[in-house]
């Protein structure tokens, strides 16, 4: 039977040639009203737990804002300001004690003509890392090369004076005063030869050589360029002393969060290439280098780290020839990064035991080595599902940092410490607003790695991209 098609515009039967609009949703499926019957009211269970957080928020929200804000005093020159007597009604966080001993927070003892130097290492840090964490910031290559190659040199230079003193060290206490003078008269680069701008000149001139082809694209021969360039520049200044115009300060001088934000940089910075390297060492398939990795690891898992720094700073000393001494924040810092280090291993090997063997089969199949199928295909795929205990272990890093206060390095609980002891600031609330002030400057720290840590996992993950 023939059938017509009905004319254009007119429904046939149950179905209509024209589109429907799009609806929009229930209000009872969006906005905070759902948000709130989803995760509040949305059972027994969650009502209960709804009205505990709200009771425990109604006790701990109130007396904290009323002591740090609003019963809280904000000026003043001594602990007269702070006292109930001298005031006159209850006195909450003493703000002033912190306004008062603000340069030792931030730099402990270090010499007040030369804390410039400090300012500009926090600056020049600041500078680097931001455009360095912005995605949409070009030139990263530069910008990782100058953060991660050049600031720790010049943050060096800066913080200490840039006298490394290893030409002391290795003629004198070491016995090798011969060969390091031969080698410094043949090329002739003995002290006061070459002006100083003529050695700073040459050393700049082969620092450019060695990472100019990382921009040109020739990775190959850049890494090899490097590795000389540092070869030569340890031989250069174990031969002679470079003198910067700097006074020397030492690191016993440090404290307060200088000290913090030093052992705390150099641990994450150091943890992480290290920790790559052990998990990958473990899971070799030679047998030395994966007992060896192996063995290092759990050694270092299993030692508190409070003891490393205890055997760093005070035992470590006893077994050295005499005569030889080595810097007791310089151990403290070898002793943080390699017991990080350990514990990073361990994360980067959980990312890559968690890459599906079709990746590696697949990378195979494209011809590349073993290598570049780690370094292209399986590294980034592993360091991105673990980011979560990366940055997990950064924070605790960050937070463990207090206890080199045990071994009499002077952190910023250490600087606060030593606050404490003034008696022109002695008060009731004096001790509560210092923690106060700690605890702040520590959540402000760890949350900005975690929130960042969340912000990189989205940007990262292509897997739900549409």
Not at 310 to 335: E, R, W
Request: aromatic share 12%.
């Amino acid at each position: 039977m023939d059938v017509s098609a009905p004319p254009a515009g007119k429904p046939s039967g149950y179905v209509s040639s024209a589109m429907l609009q799009q609806q929009p949703p229930p209000v009872s499926t969006t906005g905070p009203i759902a948000w709130a019957r989803a995760h509040l009211v949305g059972s027994v269970g969650q009502v209960l737990l709804t009205l505990f957080g709200l009771w425990v928020a109604y006790v701990v929200i109130p007396p904290v804002v009323r002591f740090f804000f609003i019963d809280a005093v904000f000026t003043g020159t001594n602990r007269d300001a702070c006292l109930p007597e001298k005031v006159g009604r209850d006195v909450g966080a003493c703000w002033p004690f912190i306004w008062a001993k603000w340069n030792q927070i931030i730099y402990g003892f270090y010499p007040e003509p030369e804390r410039w130097r400090v300012n500009l290492v926090y600056a020049l840090g600041v500078v680097l890392l931001v455009p360095l964490m912005i995605q949409k910031v070009p030139g990263k290559r530069l910008n990782a090369l100058a953060f991660f190659g050049i600031y720790p040199v010049v943050a060096f230079v800066l913080l200490t004076g840039g006298d490394l003193g290893l030409r002391g060290f290795l003629l004198s206490r070491l016995g090798l005063g011969g060969v390091f003078t031969n080698i410094g008269q043949a090329i002739g680069l003995r002290s006061g030869f070459w002006p100083d701008y003529v050695v700073s000149a040459l050393l700049i001139s082969a620092i450019v050589a060695a990472v100019a082809p990382v921009f040109a694209g020739n990775r190959r021969t850049a890494g090899k360029g490097m590795l000389v360039v540092f070869a030569v520049l340890g031989v250069v200044l174990a031969a002679v002393d470079i003198p910067f115009g700097l006074t020397s300060v030492r690191t016993d001088l440090w404290g307060g969060m200088l000290v913090t934000l030093v052992i705390a940089v150099t641990g994450i910075t150091a943890s992480l290439p290290l920790g790559i390297l052990l998990a990958l060492g473990r899971r070799s398939q030679m047998p030395l280098v994966s007992i060896a990795s192996t063995a290092f690891i759990e050694f270092w898992r299993g030692v508190p780290l409070i003891t490393v720094l205890f055997f760093a700073t005070y035992m470590l000393p006893l077994f050295l020839p005499g005569g030889v001494s080595i810097d007791k924040l310089l151990l403290a810092l070898v002793g943080v990064a390699l017991f990080a280090s350990a514990y990073m291993a361990e994360v980067v090997r959980g990312g890559l035991q968690a890459i599906p063997k079709g990746q590696y089969e697949g990378a195979a199949a494209l011809g590349l080595p073993g290598g570049l199928m780690m370094r292209l295909v399986v590294m980034p795929q592993a360091l991105k599902l673990v980011i979560p205990g990366i940055v997990n272990n950064f924070i605790g890093l960050f937070k463990d940092t207090t206890l080199v206060l045990i071994v009499a390095i002077f952190d910023l609980l250490g600087a606060l410490r030593a606050a404490f002891a003034d008696a022109s600031w002695a008060t009731p609330t004096t001790v509560v607003t210092g923690f106060g002030f700690a605890g702040l400057f520590y959540f402000v720290f760890c949350f900005g790695m975690s929130r960042y840590s969340m912000a990189l996992e989205r940007r990262l993950d292509r897997n739900h991209r549409h």
